[in-house]
């Protein structure tokens, strides 16, 4: 049963430029959030999709945006890269509506770390 | 703002001894408190979580201590092993944003052979 996973799994960017980031959810899931987690700190939220629409979002700028498609995969785009956008970039993913302590149960990918230069 | 404070940042422990680690957290809304485990190159997964209708919660050698009063929860590693050597970090989060959670900035734990 495959996990999470994630693509590209390093990436190199310069200031001002794009980024795509990919994400396949686990076997069975349909709800997936993204994580940044910068060097040496915990995750911080940045958005939740399910049935393809943003539900939460985190404090990021609007620069950071996602999209859902209907197979329950997931993008990331960071528009306008700065310097201090270098991080891990993890996606997890859950099954909602699942009743009992297994409704908070997040999956974790490896993530993508990219750097910008 | 930092909504969980997490301590210590390392940690070193002998194998077989015991390893704590502490949170603290601020928004008395959270309701759910897991504790997850990273490895180098992998992404944090789940160890073990707990709500605040129970005061202790043990799996193995795992066990989360919860102090509702004091807004504060640990995790205590008995026995620990080198293949524990990890990052660990608490999170929170509350009912209805149960997938948005909150981390804490992260023990990392290295246990001695």
């Known amino acids: 049963d495959a996990g999470v996973t994630q693509s590209p799994t390093h990436l190199i960017k310069t200031r001002g430029q794009q980024v795509t980031l990919r994400c396949s959810p686990k076997?069975?899931?349909?709800?997936v959030s993204w994580y940044q987690q910068a060097l040496g700190q915990g995750p911080q939220f940045i958005f939740q999709?399910?049935?393809?629409?943003?539900?939460q979002r985190g404090n990021f700028p609007d620069r950071f945006s996602g999209h859902q498609f209907p197979n329950y995969s997931s993008e990331l785009n960071v528009n306008a890269l700065l310097l201090g956008d270098s991080a891990l970039y993890l996606c997890?993913?859950?099954?909602?509506?699942?009743?009992?302590?297994?409704?908070?149960?997040?999956?974790f990918g490896a993530g993508s770390r990219l750097t910008v230069l | 703002q930092q909504q969980v404070k997490q301590s210590p940042q390392s940690l070193i422990v002998q194998k077989g001894g015991i390893s704590i680690i502490n949170c603290a957290y601020e928004n008395t809304a959270f309701d759910y408190f897991p504790w997850y485990q990273q490895f180098p190159g992998k992404g944090p997964a789940l160890l073990i979580a707990?709500?605040?209708?129970?005061s202790e919660k043990k799996e193995g050698r795992f066990t989360i201590s919860f102090n509702k009063s004091a807004k504060q929860f640990s995790l205590h590693i008995m026995d620990s092993q080198p293949g524990d050597s990890a990052t660990y970090f608490c999170a929170a989060s509350k009912s209805g944003s149960a997938r948005q959670l909150t981390f804490g900035s992260g023990t990392q734990l290295t246990v001695l052979p």
């Open positions: 999709y399910y049935e393809e629409e943003e539900r």
């Open positions: 997890a993913s859950s099954l909602i509506g699942r009743g009992g302590s297994g409704a908070n149960v997040l999956t």
């Open positions: 707990i709500r605040p209708d129970v």
């Open positions: 076997s069975g899931h349909d709800t």
